[in-house]
Structures are given as structure tokens and as C-alpha cells.
T-cell receptor
Framework: KQEVTQIPAALSVPEGENLVLNCSFT??????LQWFRQDPGKGLTSLLL?????REQTSGRLNASLDKSSGRSTLYIAASQPGDSATYLC??????????FGKGTMLLVSP | DTAVSQTPKYLVTQMGNDKSIKCEQN?????MYWYKQDSKKFLKIMFS???????INETVPNRFSPKSPDKAHLNLHINSLELGDSAVYFC??????????????????FGEGSRLTVL
């Protein structure tokens, strides 16, 4: 059974800092991995999708890496802004299966 | 235009009642899902439908009955509501990739959620 763990559970940083969110999964036979953002009282917004054959994906100030063999992914946020404050969720998909989510990292970026 | 929309956004009801949550996607996706997010914010899959056909039912009580009238809609009906059903229910959709595969492997797009409170 796939389990997804995200560390830290919560993170508070001052504006402008670069930061890294971690995601680990127990079954390395994944098809892809997706990072989401969830704002309070809102749905999930897809940030980045990494296929199992890829090592990383970039979108603006976000960079996600994937090391399938070690069961890890990181989400790097450069030059953080207060608007980045949200909960970040990592989810992995095995072939012919649905997404398994981690419990998320709650990020607070203070001005 | 909202890609995945669900109604109602908030639902407060008494134990024992029956209620429905509707979901529609205008992305042309083949696969739709219902997820439940509990009080600890943990997201768990409930159902997955592909072109109106049930693909995944993750040990959800049979009081929950999804219905897909067409591939753009996936509604969730809940009978005899219990206190433990209080949660936020999210609808999602994704494209089907890899021709011939029964399961979608594409990116998921979520609705804004429906917060159900059972009193």
C-alpha cells in the first residue's frame, strides 16, 4: 500500500527566502507525481506534474524534482512571497490507480 | 469559466437525511473522481469514473452512490447521513492518456469543494 509523507507539516518563513518542501513515498513504482496548492476554504490547484521518466519540472519560481528510486520529491520555491502562503500537497499515482495524497505542508510567508 | 464546478458549496443537514452534491466539468475529460477531505485535512479517493463507468470504489459505505449521467457530470448522493460524513467533498477530473488504458494517468483538476456538515 502506497504511503506518502510530507515534511515539515508546517513552515513559517520571512518573505524573500528560498525554501524546500519534502515529499516521500513508500512504493517507488509510481507513474507520476503531482504537487498541488490548497488555499483555505478552496479547492486544489495543480502546480506541477512530473512523469516517472522525468527528473524535474519548473514553473516560474517553482521547481519540483523527482528521485523515483529513493522515493522522494522536493518542491523548491524561490524568493517566497506572502501570496505563496497555502498548504502544499504532494500526490503520487501508480499505474492503473488513483492519486495517493500526503497530508500537506502548511506554509506561511510573512511580509 | 470554471473548469470543474460543484454545488452546493456548503451543505448543513440533520442526521438521517439524504443529500446530493453535483459536479460538472467542461474540460472534455474522460475521468472524474470524488475525494473526501476529513477534519485532519487528509484527502482520500472515494470513487473514480471513466466515461460514465465506475472504475474505482475505495471501500466506501453503500450509503454513498455516485451517478454519472454523462462523462461531464458525476454526482454524489448520500443516504442516511451520519455525523462522521461531515467533511469537504472534492470532485476532480483528468484526461485519459495512453490510448487503451482504462485508468487515467493525466493531471488532475479539482473543484472548489463542498463542505458537508451533519448535525
Amino acid at each position: 500500500k502506497q504511503e506518502v509523507t510530507q515534511i515539515p507539516a508546517a513552515l513559517s518563513v520571512p518573505e524573500g527566502e528560498n525554501l524546500v518542501l519534502n515529499c516521500s513515498f513508500t512504493d517507488s513504482a509510481i507513474y507520476n507525481l503531482q504537487w498541488f496548492r490548497q488555499d483555505p476554504g478552496k479547492g486544489l490547484t495543480s502546480l506541477l506534474l512530473i512523469q516517472s521518466s522525468q527528473r524535474e519540472q519548473t514553473s516560474g519560481r517553482l521547481n519540483a524534482s523527482l528521485d523515483k528510486s529513493s522515493g522522494r520529491s522536493t518542491l523548491y520555491i524561490a524568493a517566497s512571497q506572502p501570496g505563496d502562503s497555502a498548504t502544499y500537497l504532494c500526490a503520487v499515482r501508480r499505474r492503473q490507480s488513483t492519486l495517493t495524497f500526503g497530508k500537506g505542508t502548511m506554509l506561511l510567508v510573512s511580509p | 469559466d470554471t473548469a470543474v464546478s460543484q454545488t452546493p458549496k456548503y451543505l448543513v443537514t440533520q442526521m438521517g437525511n439524504d443529500k446530493s452534491i453535483k459536479c460538472e466539468q467542461n474540460l472534455g475529460h474522460d475521468t472524474m473522481y470524488w475525494y473526501k477531505q476529513d477534519s485532519k485535512k487528509f484527502l482520500k479517493i472515494m470513487f473514480s469514473y471513466n466515461n460514465k463507468e465506475l472504475i474505482i470504489n475505495e471501500t466506501v459505505p453503500n450509503r454513498f452512490s455516485p451517478k454519472s449521467p454523462d462523462k461531464a457530470h458525476l454526482n454524489l448522493h448520500i443516504n442516511s447521513l451520519e455525523l462522521g460524513d461531515s467533511a469537504v467533498y472534492f470532485c476532480a477530473s483528468s484526461p485519459l492518456q495512453g490510448g487503451g488504458l482504462a485508468y487515467s494517468t493525466g493531471e488532475l483538476f479539482f473543484g472548489e469543494g463542498s463542505r458537508l456538515t451533519v448535525l
